[in-house]
């Protein structure tokens, strides 16, 4: 079909292409974040726990909605991930950028074995966790969005210093 000015419209991408480069750009901005945050901001208490676990508890969320499961071998306990507690130690920004790549991979799976059709279709992991059916959109939902919330945190930590913010 034509458009005007004789430009040609073709189909639109499906849906998970779309929502996959969100979550990849806004998945990237949190691991440029864990390379440029200084170590004395690192361990700051910003919005209400230290920016590592902020950092921690989006990455290990965004693996959970990911796989259907919390990650095997959580470098922290759940209670960190949960951020019902914080521990007396730091996480460094090594561990953090190890247990990114990790995280980008479970997403990356869970990403790419999806089509637009799975969508709709019910998130077993989800609609246990919220005691409703849940569709698959919802795990993406959750990803994007919760990135962004503690992205969002870890900017206004590094801007409320003085520094260039991510967003």
């Known amino acids: ?23 990849e750009n806004v998945f990237g901005n949190m691991e440029k974040f864990i390379e440029v945050c200084p170590d004395n901001i690192w361990t700051q208490k910003f919005g209400g726990w230290p920016v590592w676990q902020h950092v921690y508890h989006i990455l290990a969320l965004t693996g ?12 922290m306990p759940m209670e960190t991930v949960r951020l019902a507690q914080t521990p007396d130690t730091s996480w460094s920004r090594r561990e953090a950028k190890v247990f990114a790549a990790q995280m980008r991979l479970s997403a990356g799976s869970f990403c790419a074995g999806l089509g637009d059709a799975d969508l709709g279709r019910k998130n077993e992991f989800l609609s246990q966790m919220f005691k409703s059916d849940m569709p698959h959109s919802a795990a993406f939902a959750l990803m994007i969005g919760h990135l962004f919330y503690h992205l969002g945190v870890c900017d206004s930590a590094l801007r409320e ?7």
């Not at 210093?161 to 967003?167: S, T």
């Open 1 to 23: 079909m034509s458009g005007s000015a004789g430009t040609v419209r073709t189909a639109p991408a499906p849906a998970t292409e779309g929502l996959e480069a969100i979550f």
């Open 64 to 75: 959970t909605f990911a796989a259907g499961a919390p990650p095997a071998q959580l470098p």
């Open 161 to 167: 210093n003085g520094l260039k913010g991510m967003i």
